[in-house]
């Protein structure tokens, strides 16, 4: 090694020891005669001391150096003269007499500073991602990342669990999103699909008899990217077979407290992690990954704002329309107009969401006061009261009427949660709140297709006690489905298998293919479920996601080595790219684009 110790390694014991150190310049402070070097590398930084006195040679090279060089320093620890020290830096108490400096390797000044934490336009640190990720934030985030993954294989393994590899070149593996398709050269106008999971596979694992299957697995989908998705993204995916929706459950939540509390160190908000039924989490939430780090609850006052002289609210209230408060803690504590303003930007945010309006009333301060508000006139003292008492309000709270559809009324619900937390910043980023989801519709009425989508994918089971609904009233059974949500995110998501092909087969026509469609596309696994298929459930768990809330990270781009940018695009390496004409002839592909 061109180094003995690393830059966050030497403590007052080295003193007296020869080192050699390697690394690059954090900075460098030149005071005649003297000069400091502060040497980075991935374990921190050392304070390198260059007197021209005793070592020209050495204090000729330091003079030279600028930030980001990589030089290579032998020398001697020594305890630092009083007064000196640094107790912010493990390696404060210590610093390194060169004896010899060699200039490695000189750096371009970078594009940005390496050595702080300063904003960096994103296109930038993209472009010069090799840099980005020197920084130490990045690092910390990818040894995290690394850390995490090697917990996962660790506490699997001891639970006999088996990682197997699957392939990438694959055939469509739906769920949900757009494939990505490689055309094949030796098979012409024949194309493999990217795994959007493993999904099929894993299934495949257990008719195979692995029973305990896991994979850190890439998966592909071609579809739009968010602060939360990737183009290709890194899952844990999981199956078992001979177990249960509470097994499997019961490991993925041990598994996640054992990250969050060995990993990271922190205890996560809830033990055990609460179990939320699908349509109590949308009626409270709006959502099915809701952040369970404030709570927030939508409260159906239908009941009393049926029984206003509100118009609107009358009629909802007879036409089966949900009428619902969101509370925002304490936001009527403002001015007239400001309390305007902010009703006004609430329901821009309600709109979006598809509302008509937003009514609101603004309970007063002092007890004796009015409320406030358009709609407030409509209610008596005792409605008012009443929905005080059911919602839990205080006096300076701003009461958000939401009415409409009630799917409409998840969605703002859902909206307006998130803004307020935002404005009253309820979330901390050093918490962990997870919950599970449990109890999901099977389908979604996809209107434009006219037929059911699956809220997972074809292969979930239907709650045993729902199976007659999937001849009577699709749209009313429920799946296995289970979803871990965590701090707003999804993290995980899996459900018990179907195993039954009488049941797999009442599944296609439901989901728009024909049983010949079905057979073209998954004819494998239906043949393969006619030798000895064990009943089977599994679990996936997006390791990105994962880490970017354990990180407190806003973006999944901070937690990837190599991400794409909005566009999909790899602007270090400038991927996509135009092919050759050559090789797309070889691959008999015309491209209707001109270059
Ligand atoms: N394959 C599913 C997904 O990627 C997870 C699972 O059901 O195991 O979301």
Known sequence: MLKTHNCGELRIEHSGQTVTLAGWVNNRRDQGGVIFIDLRDRWGLTQIVVDEQDNEQAHSVAEKLRSEYVAQVIGEVRVRPEGTTNPQLPTGGIEVVAREIVLLNPSKTPPFYINQDAKVDETTRMRYRYLDLRRQRMQNNIVLRHKVVKYIRDFLDKQDFVEIETPILFKTTPEGARDFLVPSRLMPGNFYALPQSPQQLKQLLMVAGYERYFQIARCFRDEDLRGDRQPEFTQLDLEMSFVQRDDIIALIEALMIEIAENVVGKTPRFKPFPRIRYYDAMEKYGSDKPDLRYDLAAVDITDIAGKSAFPVFVNNAAEGKPIKVLRAPGMAKRSGTALRKLAEELETIARSAGAKGLAWVALPEQENDEVKGPIGKYFTVDQILE??????????????????????????????????????????????????????????????????????????????????????????????????????LEVAGGSVRIANREIQEKIFPLIGLTMEEAREQFGHMLEAFEYGVPPHGGIASGIDRLVMVLAGEPNIREVLAFPKTQTGADIMAGAPSPAEPKQLKELHIRSTVES
């Not at 009427?401 to 050093?430: G, M, Y």
Request: glycine letters at 6%; one cysteine or more; charged letters at 25%.
């Open 387 to 488: 929905i005080v008492d059911r919602t839990g309000s205080e006096g300076g709270d701003l009461l958000l009427f939401l009415s409409d559809k009630r799917e409409i009324v998840w969605s703002i619900t859902d909206l307006l949660r998130r803004h307020i937390a935002q404005e009253l910043n309820l979330a901390d980023p050093q918490e962990l709140a997870f919950g599970w989801i449990i109890d999901f519709p099977m389908f979604y009425w996809n209107e434009e297709e006219n037929r059911w989508d699956p809220s997972q994918h074809m292969f979930t089971m239907p709650l045993p006690e729902d199976l007659p609904l999937l001849d009577t009233d699709p749209g009313a059974a429920r799946g296995s489905q289970y979803d871990l949500a965590c701090n707003g």
